[in-house]
């Protein structure tokens, strides 16, 4: 597995700006990385037929939303991934659930928190150098999963305080 990147330089200029970028930037600094391209219309069928396949996805914003919704679908809910933008080593990622605020149940207690929860689990890995925490948080949420804990949004009924604490429960 590497990084899979997705544009449309078949219809679009700046598809095609975005791929010869890609892989000026591949062969520039990230030699020792797979990269793949694909258009993001098939990157988003073999998503859907073969999801272990994809590693790393890279896309504009544009396909990056579209994409990364199909994929938390997988999951079953959008409430389930969480997210990093990493840039440089060394310097902080911006670490946050695939879904952003979901202003629409803000504040009813019905949000699935495992995203954010897994989103400070990656920031512990690739930021603050704590992977016996991340290691931690993550099995905690597996944890509360496997012992049947759930937000409506996944087949459940408990709230996001309930949730949470199921999670923590497992720490």
Known sequence: PGVLSCEKSNVMETGVLWRQEVTKL????YRDVKLDHMLADAAAMHLVKAPKDINVLLADNLFGDIL????AMLTGSIGMLPSA???DPGTPGLYE???GSAPDIAGKGVANPCAAILS????MRWSLGRPEAADRIFNAVGKALDAGARTADI????STRQMGEAILKQL
Request: glycine share 14%.
């Open 26 to 29: 591949h062969q520039e600094s």
């Open 68 to 71: 990364s919704d199909e994929a």
């Open 85 to 87: 933008a990493l840039g």
């Open 97 to 99: 659930p695939v879904h």
């Open 120 to 123: 400070l689990e990656m920031a």
């Open 155 to 158: 087949g459940g009924r408990l």
